[in-house]
């Protein structure tokens, strides 16, 4: 096999990737399939860092419809990111992966803080970094967590992973059949045309700092493996002008 393109990766996945196809929001067969396939990253040497989300347990501007404080609901969700980070730190090292939780809201009993230094450690000592409680502030999504996650540790690339969607479109693919997808596309095109990749503040931060991002159906078998050996796969983005 090749040498990877990447050493270091940062990995999102959204709270929904741990519902799978289930009404539950935690879906033990979800949890364990996505546990493999980072398993399988990790056997090719890929370091590993994952920021994930809460949107399967709670969404913070949904409870502000509904009245609640945004800091507050904002709060709430960043708990939710942590028992997800436990779900998937257990499931992980039931796979035999060794795995470090680190939350940006202190709750030492179940993780450790985050701090930038000792994360990079448990990178070069192989260990899977699964980043929870977004930045630790209101108003800031979990996509902005990953994106300033993904510079401090330095890793290569960030990859967006998506529950269903195997890549970017010009509109959604699943109420226009006709959507059309893009291989490559650049930062200011995804901007632009207001592509819902990510929230406007974490794309901006990856074109600032020219970050590539692979947006990617995780669920399609084998394609983060694609992604790590070198074969493309999902929608790349990056600076240029690329997209039509």
């Not at 709670?58 to 509904?66: C, F, L, N, Q």
Request: aromatic share 6%; net charge neutral; with cysteine.
């Amino acid at each position: 096999m090749n040498t990877p393109p990447f050493k270091r990766i940062l990995l999102k996945l959204s709270g929904e990737s741990l519902r799978g196809s289930s009404t539950e929001a935690i879906d033990s067969n979800a949890v364990d399939y996505l546990a493999k396939e980072i398993k399988q990253a990790c056997d090719l040497g890929i370091q590993l860092g994952i920021v994930i989300g809460g949107g399967n347990i709670w969404r913070g501007e949904e409870a502000e419809r509904r009245g609640m404080d945004r800091a507050t609901a904002d709060y709430s969700g960043m708990l939710a990111t942590v028992i997800n980070g436990l779900a998937l730190q257990d499931a992980l090292e039931k796979n035999g992966v060794t795995t470090r939780t680190q939350s940006a809201v202190h709750i030492q009993t179940v993780s450790e803080p985050y701090i930038r230094r000792r994360a990079i450690r448990h990178l070069d000592k192989e260990r899977v970094v699964l980043f929870c409680a977004g930045t630790g502030n209101p108003y800031m999504t979990t996509d902005t967590a990953s994106s300033l996650r993904a510079l401090e540790i330095g890793a290569e690339v960030l990859l967006m992973a998506k529950n269903g969607v195997d890549g970017v479109y010009d509109s959604d693919p699943k109420q226009n059949p006709k959507a059309i997808k893009y291989d490559e596309l650049s930062y200011m095109k995804a901007i632009n045309d207001r592509l819902q990749v990510m929230d406007a503040t974490a794309l901006t931060l990856c074109m600032d700092n020219n970050l590539p991002i692979i947006v990617f159906d995780i669920f399609k078998k084998g394609s983060m493996n694609n992604i790590i050996s070198g074969t493309k796969e999902g929608t790349l983005i990056r600076g240029g002008s690329y997209g039509k």
